[in-house]
């Protein structure tokens, strides 16, 4: 864990000065590594990879006198040239995001202890239920192998809120308007709720509200997912709105349509008809029984806050582990399926692959979804 927070946490800044002999200025972190931004380094702008090379060997030398475990270095486009000249050094890229590309370098004793960059993207997806007639916001979208019926959804953007991804997809998708509930807002990067009306808002043009998150699929070997693996959270909305302007841009279709008739169609994939009959119990038994509700907390970091999702206790006490502890406690004394989430491995619309859903358990699961 600690290896992880090397590359992203630069507390106990030490700056080096940039001397005579060459030497990167770069900021020490807590971790023993040290990150060279050569933005802000004063290079020349026609620095030469030669040059450059040179500077940087001097840098490495430098820094392993110093004990240094690992060299971060921060290439902008402008000087990519640089990047040719870090890896003849030993340097490798760790990411690229934006105007450019982060390399590392382990420096430490052994096999490399630095963590790697993101291993999942997150999709959110919103199943907007109108709880006076029992009818969800469904969409199909285009350029997809299967014209199925699905929630509509997308991918969360860094920061955001799963809520409010939810919420503006199903607005961009179907016009139907949607909001955060639990003091939360549109567009507000803090967790699920966000990103789900966010998603809903933008595929829809509905807007609706976020209550609740359902259901986790987690795939790998996604298609277009860029060797990442793939998390698929769908969350329950209940509709502010219910005027269809659908993204026709995204979808081929859109409707409001009777749980059941989603549930038994075979116009749809798995999970969506897995989710429908978890919506079909919801609101017959009360959506206590589906729900995964979310709390604020206070994280560990001042100043900083996270979303909790776990099912509900009687009680609710404390942060994470805490929480986590009672939860424990709560099986070992009235049984682990009041607590668990269990997973189900199945077969993904792509042929020969599969995904793994978690989702509250049902009396009668549906052997079809």
Request: with cysteine.
């Amino acid at each position: 864990m600690a290896a992880r927070a090397l590359s992203v946490s630069l507390t106990c800044p030490q700056q080096h000065e940039a001397e005579v002999g060459g030497v990167l200025p770069g900021k020490v972190d807590r971790f023993g590594g040290v990150t060279v931004d050569l933005a802000e380094a004063g290079l020349p702008a026609d620095i030469s990879e030669s040059s450059f090379s040179k500077l940087l060997e001097d840098s490495l030398s430098r820094w392993r006198v110093e004990g240094r475990v690992a060299a971060w270095l921060r290439v902008p486009v402008s000087l990519s040239r640089c990047a040719a000249a870090a890896a003849l050094h030993g340097f490798s890229f760790h990411h690229a995001r934006g105007g450019g590309a982060t390399m590392a370098l382990w420096m430490g004793g052994g096999a490399s202890r630095l963590p790697g960059y993101a291993t999942h993207q997150v999709g959110v997806a919103g199943a907007v239920v109108d709880e006076s007639n029992g009818k969800v916001l469904v969409v199909q979208d285009k350029n997809k192998t299967k014209n199925a019926w699905k929630f509509p959804g997308g991918l969360s953007d860094p920061g955001e809120n799963i809520g409010a991804t939810a919420v503006r997809e199903v607005f961009e998708e179907t016009g139907v308007r949607s909001e955060l509930g639990s003091g939360l807002e549109l567009g507000l990067g803090s967790g699920l709720g966000a990103t789900a009306v966010r998603e809903v808002f933008e595929e829809t043009g509905v807007r609706s509200e976020f209550r609740a998150l359902l259901s986790v699929r987690q795939q790998h070997d996604l298609p277009g997912a860029f060797g990442m693996s793939d998390l698929y959270l769908i969350c329950r909305l209940t509709p502010l709105s219910h005027e269809i302007d659908f993204c026709t841009q995204e979808c081929l279709r859109c409707e409001w349509l009777d749980l059941a008739e989603l549930a038994r169609t075979r116009e749809t994939t798995p999970i969506t008809s897995r989710v429908a009959n978890l919506l079909m119990r919801g609101l017959q038994d009360g959506f206590q029984q589906v729900d995964l509700p979310m709390e604020q907390l206070p994280a560990v970091h001042p100043g900083r806050v996270y979303q909790l999702y776990h099912r509900p206790m009687p009680s609710q006490p404390g942060p994470i582990t805490s929480r986590v502890a009672n939860l424990l406690m709560r099986g070992l004394q009235d049984g682990f399926q009041q607590v668990d989430l269990p997973m189900e491995q199945l077969p993904a619309v792509h042929p020969g692959r599969v995904y793994q859903l978690y989702h509250r358990p049902m009396p009668n699961q549906p052997n079809n979804a």
